[in-house]
Nanobody
């Protein structure tokens, strides 16, 4: 059973940066596609970014393209989400999730394992 733990959330001002980490135990994260999702108050959870296990392809929601970057550190069994130029609308709880489906992108049903989430708050 893969367990995922997110860290790195916090409060920053608009224009600031944060790096979120998703660290796995009970499995080798390199074998899984990993997605980052977020849920803002009163809104549905949405996909932000993902990285495939097969070829390392990365995908981003239009709202974060050019500002966020996803990467892996296989030695640390960790996937990162570097978030730059943060905006107040990026405020949300951020979740990472792992999928054994090679083609997984932003459909939640494609992901079997989920972390508990980490809060990101961006003030104007």
């Amino acid at each position: 059973q893969v367990q995922l733990v997110e860290s790195g959330g916090g409060s920053v001002q608009s224009g600031g940066s944060l790096r979120l980490s998703c660290t796995a135990s009970g499995g080798i994260l390199d074998y899984y596609g990993v997605g980052w999702f977020r849920q803002a108050p009163g809104k549905e959870r949405e996909g932000v970014s993902c990285i495939r296990s097969s070829d390392g392809s990365t995908y981003y929601a239009d709202s974060v393209k050019g500002r966020f970057s996803i990467s892996r550190d296989n030695g640390k069994n960790t996937v990162y989400l570097q978030m730059n130029s943060l905006k107040p609308e990026d405020t949300a709880v951020y979740y990472c999730a792992a999928s054994r489906f090679e083609g997984a992108t932003f459909a939640e049903y494609e992901y079997e394992y989920w972390g508990q989430g980490t809060q990101v708050t961006v003030s104007s």
